[in-house]
Nanobody
Framework: QVQLVESGGGFVQPGGSLRLSCAASGSIISINDMAWHRQAPGKERELVVSTTSDGRTNYADSVKGRFTISRDNAGNTVYLQMNSLKPEDTAVYYC??????????????WGRGTQVTVSS
């Protein structure tokens, strides 16, 4: 079994910062791409940022210069540093990853999400 667990969400005032974490665990041989998505009320889920195993990143225009994705050395945990937060960043943030299991399967795994609320 493979799972992703997000943490670090919360309530913050505009201009503030939050750091989200997403830890992968289970029968994993390797993790390829990891990404953060978000879904605001009444809107479709959208990609925030993705990163490949060799460090290439792709940011949504709306977060460029404010958000930074990083991975730990083992590659099993991904972080999202969010600065200069705006009310429009309010959403449930989901982590996902493309993993290779010990059985050789390629899976796309999603976390359950963590709420981020930006409001004064």
């Amino acid at each position: 079994q493979v799972q992703l667990v997000e943490s670090g969400g919360g309530f913050v005032q505009p201009g503030g910062s939050l750091r989200l974490s997403c830890a992968a665990s289970g029968s994993i041989i390797s993790i390829n791409d990891m990404a953060w998505h978000r879904q605001a009320p009444g809107k479709e889920r959208e990609l925030v940022v993705s990163t490949t195993s060799d460090g290439r990143t792709n940011y949504a225009d709306s977060v460029k210069g404010r958000f930074t994705i990083s991975r730990d050395n083992a590659g099993n945990t991904v972080y999202l540093q969010m600065n200069s937060l705006k009310p429009e960043d309010t959403a449930v943030y989901y982590c996902n990853a493309v993993v290779i299991t010990v059985w050789g399967s390629r899976l796309i795994v999603w976390g359950r999400g963590t709420q981020v609320t930006v409001s004064s």
